[in-house]
């Protein structure tokens, strides 16, 4: 991704990646704010429908702070999870978050280029990430989310999107005209992961008062 892409032309920063709060000057407010519209609420959910056995290897694809990553270790001690993101800034306070623990590390990467080997994980998370790729990039983060899990293993995706519609709330007739989320909207999300290679199936959906509706799917790669 280039200096060019739509997500850095669009808000005027300078990075060739959107940041987790739109803009850097955000970023200290970043856990707080989502605290404040559910993220905790998705995260627990995500954790929840992975079921994260022990010995299992997690890797979170733009984790931002490392909230989810550091939440996926603690509800499964015994695995071995690393969280990326392109954002130096993020993964610098991620890191504060893991001090002296072992079986968890946050490594800088970005969705379209994981510098991992093909079937490296048993689960894969990506939590509100999607909407943050441009378009041209998200086919390249789902066939490389696929070819780091092991056949059989799970992306568990939860992002703005789905069946969201104008009777969702003030927040989701705002996301419908949003186009960082047009792509989410409807079937877009599972026919992205379809298209390589996964089987996806929607597993919830709700309405988030501040954010719309946000909905989760799991996309198994083929055994
Ligand atoms: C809204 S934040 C979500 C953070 C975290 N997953 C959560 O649930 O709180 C979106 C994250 O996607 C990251 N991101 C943006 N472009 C990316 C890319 N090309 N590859 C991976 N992550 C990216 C941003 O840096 C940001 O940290």
């Known amino acids: ?25 955000m ?17 627990r959910s995500l954790i929840q429908q992975a079921a994260l056995a022990p010995d299992t290897r997690v890797l979170e694809i733009g984790c931002g702070t490392g909230t989810l990553t550091v939440a996926a270790k603690d509800a499964q001690p015994r695995a071995d999870v690393v969280g990326t993101d392109p954002d130096p800034l993020a993964l610098a306070r991620a890191e504060r978050k893991i001090r002296g623990r072992s079986g968890i590390r946050f490594e800088r990467a970005y969705a379209q280029d994981l510098p991992f080997p093909d079937a490296a994980f048993d689960h894969v998370f990506s939590s509100f990430m999607l909407h943050h790729l441009p378009a041209e990039v998200q086919p390249v983060f789902a066939s490389e989310a696929l070819r780091v899990l092991r056949p059989g ?29 047009s792509g989410n909207l409807r079937d877009g999300i599972p026919r992205l ?14 309405v988030y008062r501040h954010v719309g509706r946000v909905t989760f799917y799991r996309a198994t790669r083929p055994a």
């Open 153 to 181: 293993g799970r992306l568990h995706l939860a992002d703005i999107g789905g069946n969201i519609t104008a009777a969702d709330g003030y927040a989701a007739r705002r996301m419908l005209r949003n186009q960082h989320v």
């Open 27 to 43: 970023l200290p407010f970043y856990d707080i704010l989502t605290r404040l519209l559910g993220a905790g609420k998705v995260h």
């Open 1 to 25: 991704m280039t200096k060019n892409t739509p997500a850095a032309q669009d808000t005027g920063h300078s990075h060739d990646y959107l940041p987790a709060a739109g803009r850097d000057s």
């Open 193 to 206: 992961l379809r298209a390589a290679g996964f089987d996806c199936e929607e597993v919830d959906s709700g």
